[in-house]
C-alpha cells in the first residue's frame, strides 16, 4: 500500500539534466546556515568592488566624451557602444558557469589585472587627438573596458550573494549587488566632468588606474572574507566537461531555461519589455555628448552640461534605490508588472520633453528622472524574477535574461548614434520614442489578455515600495 502522495508544488519547474546525487547544483543558493552572519564580509569585498566600478566608469565617461569629438563622432560612438554592448553579453553568457564555479579571489584579481592594460593605454590616448589611428585605439579600449567591467560585475554578483547575510530580503542584497553601476554613473561625471573643463583629459585614465592598482591590494586583503564562501557551492573536485560535452550541456540549460520562461506569462512580458526599455534607456546616455552637441554651446559649457546631465542620471538612480530599499510594501504580479511599465512610459514621455524644449537645465532636471524611475523599473522587474525563478536554476535563466534583454542595447545604440547623425538627435529620438511607446502599449494588451487566473495573478513578494 503506497504512502500519502507530496503535495504538488505551487510553481512547476522544468526537467532538469540527471546529476550524481553527491554533487550539489551549481547555481543553488547556500543555506542561510552557511551564509555569514554579520554584514562585514559582505562589505569587504562591496566597498572595493564599487571603486573598480567607478574606475572603469571614469574611463568610460571620458572615452564616450573624446570619441564623440572626432568628425562623425555620434555614428562611430553608437557603434563602438552597440559593439561593446554585444561583445559583453556573448562573453559573460560563455562565461557564466566558469564565474560561478571558479575560485572567488582568483577571478577577482585576474579580471583587475586584466584591466591594467586598458587603462594604462588610455593615459596614452587620452593625451591624442582622436584621428583615424588613435580612434581605433580608443574604440578597442572601450570595448574591452567595458566588457571586462561586465565580467567582474557578474563574479561580484555571485560573491555578493554568496556573502550577504542570510537575514537579508533577497531584495535587498539584489539591489546592493546590482548598485555600483548607479554610485559610478553619479561619481564618475563629478570627477570626470572636472577634469574635463580643467582640459586634463588624462587625468581620468590616471585615476582609473591608480584605483584599480588600490583595488588588487584591497582584495588580497580581504582573502579570509571571500574564503568564507561554502565550497559546497561549487560542487566536489573533478574534471570538468570539454568540447562537445560543454556545448551539449550549454544548450540543454538553455533549454531548460527556455521552458521555464515560456511557461510563466509575466517572464514573457519582461524578457519583452526590457528588450524594448534597453532599445531607449541606456543608448540615450551613451549618445548623450552627440545629443549635447545639438545645443550649440562652447566646448566647455558642454562638458560641463554633460557631466551635470551623466550625474544627474546616477543621482536619480540611487535616489530611487534608496527610496525603494527604505520603504517597503508588497505587490502582486500584476500591479507590479504595471508599475515597472508605467515607470518605463515617464521615461520616454520625459525624454520626448527634452527633444520638444531644447533648455540646458531641463535635460539636467529630465536626467534625473530618469534615473528615479529606471531604478523602480529595474527593481520592480528584478523582484518578479527573483520570485518566479527556482533557485536551482536562477543563475542559468538569469543568464539567458540576460543575453535576451541586453540584446537591444546594441541596436539602440547603432540606430541613435546613426539616426541622430543624419536626421538630428533631438529629431531621431523623438521619432523613436513616439514609436517605442505604442510598442509599449501593444505589449501591455497582450499580456492583459492572457494574464494568470485573477484579478492580480499569483501574488508574489514585490520590491520594497512597490504598490500594495
Same mark, same amino acid.
Given at each position: 500500500m503506497s504512502g500519502p502522495k507530496p503535495p504538488p508544488s505551487p510553481l512547476p519547474q522544468p526537467p532538469l539534466p540527471a546529476r550524481p546525487p553527491a554533487t550539489a547544483p551549481p547555481s543553488a543558493v547556500p543555506p542561510d546556515t552557511e551564509r555569514p552572519l554579520g554584514a562585514g564580509p559582505f562589505m569587504a569585498v562591496w566597498i572595493p568592488s564599487l571603486l573598480t566600478v567607478i574606475s572603469t566608469g571614469l574611463c568610460v565617461f571620458g572615452l564616450g566624451w573624446w570619441i564623440s569629438r572626432a568628425p562623425g563622432g555620434g555614428a562611430h560612438l553608437g557603434t563602438t557602444v552597440a559593439l561593446s554592448s554585444a561583445l559583453s553579453l556573448i562573453v559573460t553568457t560563455m562565461l557564466a558557469g566558469t564565474l560561478d564555479r571558479a575560485d572567488r579571489r582568483r577571478g577577482l584579481v585576474v579580471l583587475l589585472t586584466a584591466l591594467l592594460l586598458p587603462l594604462a593605454v588610455l593615459t596614452v590616448v587620452f593625451g591624442r587627438r582622436p584621428d583615424v589611428g588613435t580612434l581605433v585605439v580608443g574604440t578597442l579600449c572601450y570595448v574591452v573596458v567595458f566588457t571586462l567591467q561586465t565580467l567582474y560585475m557578474a563574479a561580484m554578483e555571485n560573491l555578493g550573494a554568496d556573502l550577504a547575510p542570510g537575514s537579508w530580503p533577497p531584495v535587498r542584497t539584489a539591489l546592493l549587488t546590482q548598485i555600483h553601476t548607479q554610485v559610478a554613473r553619479a561619481a564618475a561625471p563629478i570627477v570626470g566632468g572636472g577634469l574635463l573643463a580643467a582640459g586634463s583629459l588624462r587625468?581620468? /585614465?590616471?585615476?582609473?588606474?591608480?584605483?584599480v592598482l588600490v583595488v588588487l591590494v584591497a582584495v588580497r586583503a580581504a582573502r579570509r572574507h571571500i574564503d568564507l564562501v561554502p565550497v559546497a557551492r561549487t560542487g566536489p573536485p573533478g574534471r570538468s566537461a570539454?568540447?562537445?560535452?560543454?556545448? #551539449?550541456?550549454?544548450?540543454r540549460e538553455a533549454a531548460d531555461s527556455t521552458r521555464l520562461i515560456r511557461s510563466r506569462p509575466e517572464l514573457v512580458f519582461l524578457v519583452l519589455f526590457g528588450a524594448l526599455a534597453n532599445l531607449v534607456v541606456f543608448p540615450f546616455y551613451a549618445v548623450l555628448p552627440a545629443f549635447i552637441d545639438e545645443y550649440r554651446m562652447p566646448a566647455a559649457a558642454q562638458a560641463g552640461l554633460y557631466s551635470w546631465a551623466s550625474s544627474?542620471?546616477?543621482?536619480?538612480?540611487?535616489?530611487g534605490t534608496v527610496l525603494l530599499i527604505r520603504v #517597503?510594501?508588497?505587490? !502582486?504580479t500584476v500591479a507590479g508588472l504595471r508599475t515597472a511599465a508605467s515607470a518605463f512610459a515617464a521615461i520616454c514621455l520625459v525624454l520626448l520633453l527634452v527633444t520638444v524644449v531644447p533648455w540646458p537645465p531641463a535635460l539636467v532636471v529630465a536626467? /534625473?528622472?530618469a534615473g528615479a524611475l529606471f531604478a523602480v523599473l529595474v527593481a520592480v522587474g528584478g523582484a518578479v524574477w527573483l520570485d518566479r525563478t527556482p533557485a536551482a536554476i536562477r543563475v542559468r535563466v538569469f543568464s539567458l535574461r540576460r543575453l535576451s534583454v541586453f540584446s537591444s542595447i546594441?541596436?539602440?545604440s547603432m540606430l541613435m548614434g546613426i539616426g541622430g547623425s543624419q536626421f538630428g538627435y533631438r529629431v531621431f529620438v523623438r521619432v523613436l520614442l513616439v514609436l517605442v511607446l505604442a510598442v509599449l502599449a501593444w505589449l501591455w /494588451?497582450?499580456?492583459?489578455? !492572457? #494574464?494568470p487566473d485573477g484579478p492580480d495573478g499569483p501574488g508574489v513578494s514585490g520590491p520594497p515600495g512597490a504598490p500594495a
Open positions: 587625468g581620468l /585614465a590616471v585615476i582609473a588606474l591608480g584605483g570539454g568540447g562537445a560535452g560543454a556545448l #551539449r550541456r550549454t544548450l544627474a542620471y546616477g543621482v536619480g538612480m540611487l535616489a #517597503r510594501g508588497r505587490s !502582486g536626467m /534625473a528622472l546594441p541596436l539602440g /494588451a497582450g499580456f492583459l489578455r !492572457g #494574464r
